[in-house]
């Protein structure tokens, strides 16, 4: 994926067999031409270009080439693994103007797809059909109006990062503690007052970030998050760390500041 924000422009990228040199522009033509249209570096427009028909056969000069304006397209051709939806009309109301782009019903059927960016656009809801991207890796929702995720999101079992940062949890989405092989999960700047014991399931977190909350005390089950390097606490109401949080003994960073705590 491309992630700059100053480009704008057109990239063409030629896919399968040669197939000859155009007499006309004295370029070499392929089985197909993909066509990424960039906007600030947020792919916008995509298409493809199918040319086998159209040289499959010399005699036949007026056939036209076949064009998918089908963004699914490009990750089947395993060119782009990440997507990040920066629109504006997406910020203002994803779910209505959802309804009736082409983008948006396209995005689900992108089985490659590793890592998805849903932040900032005013998402007040997960859509349903993201259990349908099972291959996503690294999952941004933050900056949003979420205080609930779906079921589906049980099956995004490749699952590594999770930002649920600055939404309106006002308690911690239990189905989250199915993802098992999370490495990282940021829920900080929520309204959650405490952490339910399936917490202690996520053994492969590295990072938890649950500062600016209103938990006032931390689940015991914490204690068997072995593998925690970083555990974020700050901006809370906790007035005791339970004694379980010694057996994090790779723990590197511990940040409590601005509770409670004696």
Not at 108 to 133: R, T
Not at 178 to 199: A, G, H
Request: glycine content about 4%; aromatic content about 6%; some cysteine.
């Amino acid at each position: 994926s491309i992630f700059a924000s100053w480009f704008s422009g057109e990239i063409i990228l030629d896919k399968g067999e040669w197939l000859e040199v155009s007499n006309q522009l004295g370029q070499d033509i392929f089985e197909e031409q993909v066509t990424l249209k960039f906007k600030n570096g947020t792919l916008v427009e995509s298409s493809i270009i199918d040319n086998t028909k159209k040289y499959c056969d010399k005699n036949i000069n007026t056939h036209e080439p076949a064009k998918k304006n089908k963004l699914c397209n490009l990750w089947e051709l395993g060119l782009i693994t990440g997507l990040r939806i920066r629109d504006s009309h997406w910020d203002n109301n994803f779910q209505k103007y959802s309804k009736d782009n082409e983008l948006y019903h396209d995005i689900w059927k992108m089985a490659k797809l590793e890592d998805l960016d849903f932040s900032q656009i005013n998402l007040k809801e997960v859509p349903d059909q993201i259990s349908q991207l099972t291959n996503l890796k690294k999952l941004k929702l933050d900056c949003n109006e979420l205080s609930s995720l779906p079921n589906e999101i049980n099956n995004l079992s490749e699952l590594e990062k999770l930002d649920l940062g600055l939404n309106k949890f006002n308690e911690f989405p239990q189905i989250v503690t199915k993802l098992t092989k999370l490495r990282k999960l940021d829920i900080s700047l929520n309204e959650m007052e405490k952490l339910p014991n399936s917490i202690g399931q996520l053994t492969q977190l590295k990072t938890l970030k649950l500062s600016g909350n209103k938990l006032s005390e931390i689940n015991s089950n914490i204690g068997k998050l072995i593998k925690l390097t970083e555990l974020e606490l700050s901006g809370n109401q906790i007035c005791e760390i339970p004694p379980e949080i010694k057996n994090l003994t790779q723990l590197k960073n511990l940040n409590i500041h601005v509770n409670k705590v004696n």
